[in-house]
């Protein structure tokens, strides 16, 4: 079992930055797949970032060029840096976890998820 546990969200103007952790229990970190994902208000849940332990990376073309996610294996953490944000930002941001696999897809589907933090991006 994997226990997710998101901090650092908030409120912040547009074009800011901000950045958000989430923290995972267990000791094998590094079998983990790590993402992010948002849901805004009357919206589905969507993809955001996915980083594996070896380097590969993916995002979502909405957020490409401005958010950037990394992982410190060591602590057990995974961030989701996000600069110029936009209104259409603002959303619940989520991290997933999921074990590592060959045929493992970056984007779906996530098998642990964090409770989320509230991000809003004001205009």
């Known amino acids: 079992q994997v226990q997710l546990v998101e901090s650092g969200g908030g409120l912040v103007q547009a074009g800011g930055s901000l950045i958000v952790s989430c923290a995972a229990s267990?000791?094998?970190?590094?079998?983990?797949?790590m993402g992010w994902f948002r849901q805004a208000p009357g919206k589905e849940r969507e993809f955001v970032a996915a980083?594996?332990?070896?380097?590969?990376?993916a995002y979502a073309d909405s957020v490409k060029g401005r958010f950037a996610i990394s992982r410190d294996n060591a602590k057990n953490l995974v961030y989701l840096q996000m600069n110029s944000l936009k209104p259409e930002d603002t959303a619940v941001y989520y991290c997933?976890?999921?074990?590592?696999?060959?045929?493992?897809?970056?984007?779906?589907?996530?098998?642990?998820w964090g409770q989320g933090t509230q991000v809003t991006v004001s205009s």
């Open positions: 267990g000791r094998t970190f590094s079998d983990l797949i």
């Open positions: 997933a976890a999921k074990w590592e696999g060959p045929w493992a897809d970056l984007k779906s589907p996530y098998t642990y």
């Open positions: 980083l594996r332990s070896g380097g590969s990376e």
